[in-house]
């Protein structure tokens, strides 16, 4: 399989959105899709999907697009259910057709064999049962009931019309059964949104193990590091390629700048040498042939293009000129919250510079207790307390803004009522919204676009105690780089919500963790909160038959469970077989009570040598 497009343009409008496209799909391209927001990356997506929108680039080389062999491809667009009144289980299950179909036909002709036991059908039922194994009929219940778990579905959910989740869970619904689907290329926009660290992990090990090809537009630095193996950068109307991970692409793009940097301006202080020469020499008879022949040397020199500088220009803001709280900023005490039923209960106290992230599951209740710390919920028992001078700044992160119809300087004056026009604008400004783009109407901005404007007027206030609810969301890779580096000098007290684990990992000195019903504080940072969350997953692992590990002799002990496991596999391979046989024999096909019996013990087997491989997958890793 492969994919191409060979110098290739996109033009909007009468606006050049791209210039220079050279793109590659191959059977196992892992591609990361990263740029600014507004660079094309989505433009650019949809393209390669729908090829009309391409057209002749810059470059000398023909326009081409290149497909060679019969490939399918997965793009999550608009969400549409044909038939809405389907409970999830049955939605599900419409990716496994292939699947369910055989299952049936299979049924049928058990049926039919207690009358017809020619050869013709004992064939058709061999063959029918080899393409059911080969499809994933033995395992394909237990890999949609793990995606549905991942992804905060509940055993009772399975029964509920498509019709009555939220847009959300329609979302997620339609995104499960594009990965179902598998196709020959998935291309994906930003699959990590609105998904919690439970359901982005599982995601992340899912696309790193896919046996196909795919595109993923993503802001989330971790997830792309973990499962890409090229990287395409769109910076000023370029398409640049990299080989390997997101980590490996910011090395490289840094390196590249500084050599072509380093290159250029060697070979500008060459011509300049050369024409210093020829200009001291050039009127001198005896000197002049030499002079000319520098100017012929500089004729001849095939000129390095000074490289443009990495596209870093992103929003500016000083926010340690505050005034300080009192060393304790806030104190919870048997705090319960909740709507109508309790969500959890914590005892915290907040003190003067501590960073604290909040994480957990979707629907925990991780943005209602940042609600009722701000006093936009009440709580359902105990008691908040500010300490003094507390100054609160809280981020939404559903983005209300005053009023759609403002425009951004009139949305931000709203807050700021007594401010100059020239003071709001330069406020403005260092956000990124310069000249006649105040004018813009609210309603008009990206999401990225109006979280620039939010943390403008949030911080313009210079709080001393931040409250912000996924402020990461619909920002750029740069963006979120800035916003860190804020956030890590500022001498204020933090308390947040995300789902970045990188940007968690950088700016959380401790956590506050909504798990198993419960609110946690662990007064720790999250790579120590990983370590001992994996420390007790791989504590569980040992717990299980086959992994009852003596320490002094772990990789022995691993040896006898990796025999054990091999020798029972063997034993049911040899089981299976005779069975096999035993169903074939033509002295039964008039027993068909018998014939059902062998086909119930050969599906058992099945499933028992499925388990037993993966545990042998599980110990083999191990070792």
């Keep these: 399989m492969k994919y191409q497009i060979i110098n290739a343009a996109i033009s909007l409008n009468g606006n050049n959105i791209l210039d220079e496209i050279n793109f590659l799909i191959t059977e196992n391209s892992h591609i990361g899709l990263v740029g600014k927001n507004g660079a094309g990356k989505t433009t650019l997506l949809k393209s390669l999907i729908n090829n009309e929108l391409l057209e002749e680039g810059i470059e000398d080389e023909p326009f081409k697009i290149i497909k060679i062999g019969n490939f399918s491809i997965g793009y999550l667009e608009q969400i549409t259910f044909n038939d809405e009144t389907r409970n999830l289980k049955e939605e599900i299950e419409l990716s496994y057709k292939e699947i369910i179909d055989v299952s049936l036909k299979l049924d049928k002709l058990v049926v039919q ?116 193996n090229t990287i395409y950068d769109i910076s000023y109307k370029r398409v640049t390629k990299y080989v390997g991970n997101y980590e490996s692409f910011e090395r490289q793009r840094k390196e590249n700048y500084e050599k072509n940097l380093k290159d250029y301006e ?51 803001m000083k926010l340690n000129k505050m005034e300080r709280s009192g060393k304790m ?113 609210v309603s008009v901005l990206s999401g990225g676009e109006k979280v620039r404007l939010e943390l403008c007027k949030l911080l313009y206030a210079k709080p001393n105690f931040l409250v912000l609810d996924e402020p990461t969301n619909h920002m750029d890779l740069i963006g979120k780089n800035q916003l860190e580096n804020i956030l890590e000098t500022y001498k204020g007290t933090i308390i947040f919500v995300s789902h970045d684990r990188y940007f968690i990992k950088k700016i959380a000195s401790s956590l506050i963790v909504f798990e198993n019903n419960e609110i946690k504080y662990y007064n720790y940072n999250y790579e120590d909160y990983l370590a001992k969350y994996k420390a ?7 717990n299980t038959n086959y992994t009852k590990i003596n320490k002094k002799d772990n990789n022995n002990e691993l040896k006898k469970a990796l025999n054990k496991i091999e020798k029972e596999i063997t034993k049911l391979e040899e089981k ?33 040598l499925e388990d037993l491989e993966n545990e042998w997958v599980k110990l083999s890793e191990e070792m």
């Design 113 to 228: 064999m207690e009358n017809d036991t020619s050869e013709k059908t004992i064939k058709l039922y061999t063959e029918l049962l080899d393409k059911f194994e080969k499809l994933g009929g033995y395992t394909y219940q237990k890999e949609y009931e793990t995606m549905l778990k991942k992804f905060g579905f509940t055993k009772e959910d399975k029964n509920k019309k498509i019709g009555d989740f939220s847009g959300g869970e329609r979302t997620k619904i339609a995104f499960l059964k594009l990965l179902l689907s598998k196709p020959d290329i998935l291309f994906l926009d930003e699959p990590t949104n609105h998904l919690d660290i439970e359901a982005i992990i599982w995601l992340e090990n899912y696309l790193k193990n896919y046996k196909k090809a795919f595109v993923v537009v993503s802001h989330d630095r971790m997830f792309l590091n973990n499962i890409v």
């Design 266 to 316: 060697r070979q500008q202080k060459e011509i300049a040498r050369l024409r210093s020469l020829y200009e001291k020499f050039r009127f001198k008879p005896s000197k002049s042939s030499m002079a000319l022949s520098k100017l012929h040397m500089i004729e001849r020199m095939e000129l390095i293009e000074k490289p443009r500088r990495i596209d870093e220009k992103t929003f500016k």
């Design 329 to 441: 900023v806030l104190t919870c005490k048997d705090l319960v919250i909740g709507y109508n039923n309790s969500l959890g209960k914590i005892n915290l106290e907040i003190n003067e510079g501590n960073k604290i992230g909040i994480i957990g599951a979707n629907g925990t209740g991780k943005s209602t207790l940042l609600k009722t710390i701000n006093g936009l919920i009440k709580p359902l028992s105990g008691s908040v307390t500010y300490g003094y001078h507390v100054n609160i700044g809280y981020f939404d992160q559903n983005l209300k803004m005053n009023d759609e119809n403002n425009t951004i300087l009139e949305e931000f004056k709203s807050v700021y009522k007594m401010i100059l026009d020239s003071e709001a604008k330069s406020a403005l400004g260092a956000f990124l919204f310069s000249g006649e783009d105040v004018n813009k109407k």
């Design 536 to 542: 007790l997953e791989e504590k569980e692992k040992k």
């Design 576 to 608: 299976k077989k005779l069975l096999n046989e035993e169903l074939f024999n033509p002295d039964n096909y008039n027993n068909f009570q018998k014939c059902r019996e062998l086909k119930e013990n050969i599906d058992k087997i099945s499933l028992e």
